[in-house]
């Protein structure tokens, strides 16, 4: 009896060893459209559909760089131990490789699954190319951040600490933030905790908003000090002190010694510091633009003029030398040509 429960013991064993992990099993699951091209590099797989050779082995180049960036806010925290990038032509297929029971938005540019340690990444959504490298590394940012955190944080902080360590400015969102500077018209931090507003002006605001007060958080010091930067330490705490299982609040008061509502009032005044003199600098650029112009096209009508005139000049030119080359008449010539017949 004793020697059978061994062998039970034994085979159960095997049975919990040889189970892939939640993450292992979504990377083994065939996706619903070829992806032929496979680059692998330690804990790094990229899958690419035909045609995607370039840009794969792009995309595998930059990655372990990104992560390692990602990381240095991430210090002692946890990391995906596996993960995977899937690379298709169209955003509209990014659903069909996404981990099993799960979907994608149709006009996305890429998405992150941290549970599973994959991200899907489109080249073009409709009919506009993406940016491959800077979606790379804003969905590996999700995927690490959600590794770190247990995907304890909110909705602001996930899409700010993203838009840290990718290239993704814009003169929109500029434009969106300029506004709020002047209007005052801000979303409140609790109303973005779990989810953006559907609204297309709403969450583009969300958006704006969020990686501009995350960002904040990133370059503010322990104290309130402007010249105090302070490594970005604070920040990297805050995110540790939440990866403990502290809200927010918590851990902004335990790495930054004040709460979220001071932090978001701190982060107000600094947008209105940087954006209030916008409109008048725009006006000034509009001026210097315009200015611009208007050389660049008198330069161009001088030139269609002196054209015109070296045209003039050519074909009195060309005149003179035909003259020139007509043999003249003789004497007997002209008097033949007087004479009657």
Same mark, same amino acid.
Not at 97 to 115: K, L, R
Not at 331 to 341: F, K, N
């Given at each position: 009896?004793?020697?059978?429960?061994?062998?039970?013991l034994?085979?159960?064993?095997?049975?919990?060893?040889?189970?892939p #992990?939640?993450?292992? $099993?979504?990377?083994?699951?065939?996706?619903?459209?070829?992806?032929?091209?496979?680059?692998?590099?330690?804990?790094l797989?990229?899958?690419?559909?035909?045609?995607?050779?370039?840009?794969?082995?792009?995309?595998?180049?930059a990655?372990?760089g990104?992560?390692?960036?990602?990381?240095?806010d991430?210090?002692?925290?946890?990391?995906?131990?596996?993960?995977?990038?899937?690379l298709v032509?169209?955003?509209?297929?990014?659903?069909?490789?996404?981990?099993?029971?799960?979907?994608?938005?149709?006009?996305?540019?890429?998405?992150?699954?941290?549970?599973?340690?994959?991200?899907?990444?489109?080249?073009? #959504?409709?009919?506009?190319?993406?940016?491959?490298?800077?979606?790379?590394?804003?969905?590996? $940012?999700h995927l690490?951040?959600?590794?770190?955190?247990?995907?304890?944080?909110?909705?602001?902080?996930n899409?700010?600490?993203?838009?840290?360590?990718?290239?993704?400015?814009?003169?929109?969102?500029?434009?969106?933030?300029t506004?709020?500077?002047w209007?005052?018209?801000?979303?409140?931090?609790?109303n973005?905790?779990?989810?953006?507003?559907?609204?297309?002006i709403?969450?583009?605001?969300?958006?704006?908003?969020?990686?501009?007060? !995350?960002?904040?958080?990133?370059?503010?010091?322990r104290?309130?000090?402007?010249?105090?930067?302070?490594?970005?330490?604070?920040?990297?705490?805050?995110?540790?002190?939440?990866?403990?299982?502290?809200?927010?609040?918590?851990?902004?008061?335990?790495?930054?010694?004040?709460g979220?509502?001071?932090?978001?009032?701190?982060w107000?005044e600094?947008?209105?510091?940087?954006?209030?003199?916008v409109?008048?600098?725009?006006?000034?650029?509009?001026?210097?633009?315009?200015?611009?112009?208007?050389l660049?096209?008198?330069?161009?009508?001088?030139?269609?003029?002196?054209?015109r005139?070296?045209?003039?000049?050519?074909?009195?030119?060309r005149?003179?030398?035909?003259?020139l080359?007509?043999?003249?008449?003789? !004497? $007997?010539?002209?008097?033949?040509?007087?004479?009657?017949?």
């Amino acid at each position: 009896m004793r020697h059978l429960f061994d062998i039970l013991l034994a085979i159960a064993l095997v049975l919990v060893l040889t189970v892939p #992990s939640h993450a292992e $099993s979504a990377a083994l699951q065939p996706t619903q459209i070829a992806l032929p091209i496979v680059i692998e590099s330690d804990n790094l797989v990229v899958r690419a559909e035909a045609g995607m050779e370039n840009l794969a082995r792009k995309v595998a180049n930059a990655s372990p760089g990104f992560l390692a960036e990602i990381r240095g806010d991430l210090a002692d925290l946890d990391v995906p131990k596996h993960v995977e990038l899937r690379l298709v032509h169209k955003s509209s297929s990014l659903p069909n490789v996404a981990p099993p029971g799960h979907g994608a938005p149709s006009w996305a540019a890429g998405v992150a699954y941290s549970s599973f340690g994959v991200v899907t990444i489109a080249h073009a #959504s409709g009919t506009e190319l993406n940016d491959v490298l800077s979606v790379t590394a804003h969905e590996l $940012s999700h995927l690490a951040l959600g590794a770190a955190l247990h995907d304890r944080a909110p909705r602001w902080l996930n899409e700010g600490f993203a838009y840290l360590h990718s290239s993704d400015w814009s003169i929109a969102r500029m434009q969106v933030l300029t506004g709020m500077a002047w209007s005052g018209n801000t979303i409140p931090l609790a109303n973005l905790d779990s989810s953006f507003p559907a609204a297309e002006i709403e969450v583009h605001k969300a958006y704006a908003q969020s990686y501009d007060f !995350v960002a904040f958080l990133a370059r503010r010091g322990r104290y309130v000090d402007k010249e105090d930067e302070g490594d970005r330490w604070p920040f990297r705490n805050f995110l540790a002190h939440i990866a403990d299982g502290r809200t927010t609040d918590e851990a902004a008061r335990k790495a930054f010694g004040v709460g979220l509502t001071k932090l978001y009032g701190e982060w107000y005044e600094d947008l209105r510091s940087r954006y209030m003199l916008v409109p008048a600098s725009l006006f000034g650029l509009f001026v210097w633009s315009f200015a611009a112009l208007l050389l660049v096209i008198g330069y161009m009508r001088k030139t269609r003029k002196a054209k015109r005139i070296l045209a003039i000049w050519e074909a009195e030119e060309r005149a003179r030398s035909e003259a020139l080359l007509v043999p003249p008449l003789s !004497v $007997s010539t002209l008097a033949s040509q007087s004479s009657p017949s």
